[in-house]
C-alpha cells in the first residue's frame, strides 16, 4: 500500500492591511473545490476558535496593549512559545494527514518584525527559530507587498481591528517592509513578493501564479 503524502504548508506574510486573511480564504476555497484537504490557521495563537488555549492566550499578550508593552527579545520569545505549540498539536498532525496547512503568518514575521521592525537583528531570530523548531520551514510563501501608508489606512478601516503593531510609528512600519522584500531576496525559491495592490481578484491570480511555479505539479489548475 503506498504511503499517503504529506500535505504542504503554505504561509502568507506581509504588514499591516496587506490583505492575507481575504486571500488565505479565496485560496482556501479553490483548494476545497479541487479535492484537498484544507486547515486555515494563523499566528500569534493558532486556530481562530481559540481552540489551541496556550497559543491564543499568548496571540492577547502580543497584540493588545501599548506599542512598547514588550521588548523585542520578549515578543520573538513568546512568538517562539506559541509556535512550538503550534506546529506540533496544529501543523504537523495536519501535514501528516495529507492535508495542506494554509497559515496568516509564521516564523518570518517574527523575522520582519521583530528582527527588522524593531532592529533585533538576523541572527538573533535565525538562532532562535534553529533551537525551537530546527529546519522546519513552509513549503510556499506568499509576502503581499504594500506601501506602508495603504496597508495602515486599510488596517485602521477595520472597525475594532486596531492592535498595538498597528499604533507603532510610521519608521518602524517602513523597516517592516524593508524587512520583508529582503526576506523574499534572500529566498526566492519558497518566497514570492506579490503585489498586493489593485482589485482582490487579481491579487489572488498572481499569488496563485507565484504559488504554481513553487509547489509545480501539486498546486491544482
Avoid at 5 to 26: D, S
Wanted: aromatic share 6%.
Amino acid at each position: 500500500m503506498a504511503r499517503a503524502r504529506r500535505g504542504l504548508f503554505v504561509t502568507f506574510e506581509g504588514g499591516e492591511g496587506a490583505g492575507k486573511t481575504t486571500q488565505i480564504a479565496r485560496l482556501a476555497r479553490h483548494l476545497t473545490a479541487a479535492g484537498i484537504d484544507v486547515v486555515v490557521t494563523r499566528e500569534p495563537g493558532g486556530p481562530t476558535d481559540g481552540s489551541l488555549a496556550q497559543a491564543a492566550a499568548i496571540r492577547r499578550l502580543l497584540v493588545e496593549g501599548e506599542p512598547g508593552a514588550w521588548s523585542a527579545r520578549s515578543e520573538a520569545l513568546l512568538n517562539y512559545a506559541q509556535r512550538i505549540e503550534h506546529v506540533e498539536r496544529v501543523i504537523k498532525p495536519a501535514l501528516a494527514r495529507s492535508t495542506w496547512v494554509l497559515c496568516d503568518r509564521f516564523a518570518d514575521s517574527t523575522m520582519a518584525y521583530q528582527g527588522y521592525g524593531h532592529r533585533l537583528g538576523r541572527d538573533f531570530v535565525l538562532k532562535l527559530h534553529r533551537m525551537c523548531l530546527g529546519t522546519f520551514r513552509p513549503d510556499a510563501t506568499a509576502i503581499l507587498d504594500l506601501p506602508v501608508e495603504a496597508g495602515l489606512a486599510r488596517a485602521l478601516a477595520r472597525p475594532g481591528a486596531e492592535t498595538r503593531f498597528e499604533r507603532m510609528d510610521r519608521s518602524f512600519h517602513e523597516r517592516l517592509r524593508r524587512g520583508f522584500r529582503a526576506i523574499a531576496r534572500a529566498e526566492p525559491r519558497r518566497c514570492a513578493l506579490i503585489d498586493a495592490s489593485g482589485d482582490v481578484a487579481s491579487v489572488s491570480a498572481r499569488i496563485e501564479l507565484a504559488l504554481r511555479k513553487r509547489l509545480k505539479a501539486r498546486f491544482p489548475a
